[in-house]
């Protein structure tokens, strides 16, 4: 297992299967190749049952990569904008992919969600996460937080490629 730097995302060549190059120095980090040729970053952030919290020096390298996610324009800043809540709320998968701006009130630091896997409820959040959210662009007539690349506002279900970059799900 290699360190993922730019010169090995650059050099890692399409197969005729997609396959994982995994980071070596962060563990359940690494790069998807696709045979298309497409690149995507991915975080295994679950191994079959076992779970485990990510360490700060993970978390950095994390926020790291995502800004270099950014700055090339390798993965959709909808993706990047869905990891970073996910991080900074401690909220499931489909609370966020489902969260509409009617939903935040970044005054009370605070998500008002009224359909959770738990019902409805209150998920009080940080400075990170207000900072976060007081960044991401608002589509006019799009209600929901994170956008997909439809047309006419719809809500951002199916990412396939970003469901790539969390992992696999239990």
């Not at 191994?47 to 700055?71: D, H, I, N, P, W």
């Not at 359909?115 to 991401?136: N, Q, R």
Request: aromatic share 6%; hydrophobic share 40%; net charge positive.
């Amino acid at each position: 297992m290699p360190k993922i730097t730019k010169r090995i995302v650059e050099a890692a060549e399409p197969r005729e299967k997609d396959y994982i190059i995994f980071d070596s120095d962060l563990p359940g980090f690494g790069i998807r190749i696709l045979p298309s040729g497409k690149r995507s970053y991915m975080v295994q952030y679950r191994a079959g049952r076992t779970f485990r919290r990510m360490s700060k020096q993970e978390l950095a390298k994390l926020g790291e990569v995502l800004r270099q996610c950014e700055l090339t324009g390798i993965e959709s800043q909808s993706a990047i904008n869905a990891i970073r809540l996910l991080i900074f709320t401690g909220c499931r998968l489909g609370e966020i992919m489902t969260l509409k701006w009617d939903f935040v009130d970044l005054e009370n630091s605070a998500l008002h969600l009224p359909d959770s896997k738990t019902g409805a409820k209150t998920v009080h959040i940080g400075a990170a996460a207000v900072d976060a959210l007081s960044k991401f662009d608002r589509l006019p007539g799009n209600p929901w937080v994170i956008t997909g690349t439809l047309k006419d506002g719809l809500e951002a279900i199916g990412l396939t490629e970003m469901m790539a970059l969390l992992g696999p799900r239990p």
